[in-house]
């Protein structure tokens, strides 16, 4: 009994902790169609690249209202039939990885990452990270893991391609660099879960993506870079966490806290169009909320409500309908876009429109 309670409490706490926070609004890019064939090196310097616009500015992992990254961080997306293409330029002093055998646990030095969920429901999405050598560390998500999601590191993005470039030297104390970038050809049949009957995104299409650079505080020893350790615990300093779109706090694996990318096929240079913001993203939010009221009404009293008032809630959805047993819970709204379709919400944090 002891360790049940124990084990409630934890649960309480991290829920009480995630529902307190609140997430900035999450970024959104537009991806324009390339018509050309990229050479994919690492430079970002064909014409294609150039006229792609650069995102913001990386911020800190937590919000606008933390410390302003030391260095900066932008990324550009395009697409066509076959890939999505991706660019980051990391402004770096010092250039440093040693890591070279793949599925390494890369952010345990400096890095980049990706994480992508192409429908959007927050399960069985994809995460990706790279360090300066060109390593990289591909794994699936089953589901976040604060809702008991298990990485599987044997998936694989099959015919991935990418280029690393450096303006600097790489794991030489002995002068300051510029910086690194990345170039990525993430191919549309690696993301899908249909096998043959994969499809490239259509236009207009919105997808949820995020980047995260990972950054720790290094000084020379030698000829050598090592982190640097904090006189006060015997340990590295903590490592930095600078996002493309803020998470509101330190947990990369929300993917319903991810920006969007929105495709377009006007190709790139030609034109331009605006984001359009999804209506039902409101619904997905708000049933969000109450299924974060609902894990933590279990974690504080052992059961879920069949009712707002249960919760202790209002909401700004219209209905609201619970389905609900002793371990299970399923929540569910109409859609702002097609009222003849309902999103649902489940205790294990899977949302999508049926």
Known sequence: MKKILTGMLVLMLLFQESYAQTAPNPKNYVAYFVTDQLIVDGKLTESSWEQAPWSEPFLDIQGPDFPKPRQLTRM????????????????????????????????????????????????????????????????????????????????????????????????????EDDYWSIEMAIPWKSLSQSGPNFRAPQSG???????SRVQWQIEAEGSEYQKKINPETGKPFPEDNWVWSPMGLVNMHLPDRWGLVQFSDIPVGTGTEPFVPNPDEVVKRALREL????????????????????????????????????????????????????????EDGRIWKE
């Open 76 to 175: 550009k997306m395009l697409w066509d039939e076959a890939y999505l293409y991706i660019g980051v330029r990391l402004e770096e002093n010092h250039i440093w990885a040693t890591y070279t055998e793949r599925e390494s646990v890369i952010f345990h030095e400096n890095d980049i990452e990706v994480f992508l969920d192409p429908d959007g429901d927050t399960h069985h999405y994809y995460e990706l990270e790279i360090n300066a050598l060109g390593t990289v560390w591909d794994l699936m998500l089953t589901r976040p893991y604060r809702d008991g999601g298990k990485p599987i590191n044997g998936w694989n993005i099959n015919d991935f391609r990418h280029a690393i470039h450096l303006e600097g030297s790489l794991n030489d104390p002995s002068d």
């Open 205 to 211: 299409e919105q997808w949820k993506i995020n980047f």
């Open 291 to 346: 299924y974060e009221a609902q894990r933590k009404l279990y974690a504080e009293q052992g059961h879920y409500s069949t009712h707002l008032e249960g919760l202790k809630r209002t909401s700004e959805l219209e209905k609201v309908f619970f389905e609900v047993s002793d371990t299970r819970f399923k929540l569910s709204s109409p859609s702002l876009v097609n009222k003849e379709q309902r999103w649902y919400i489940t």
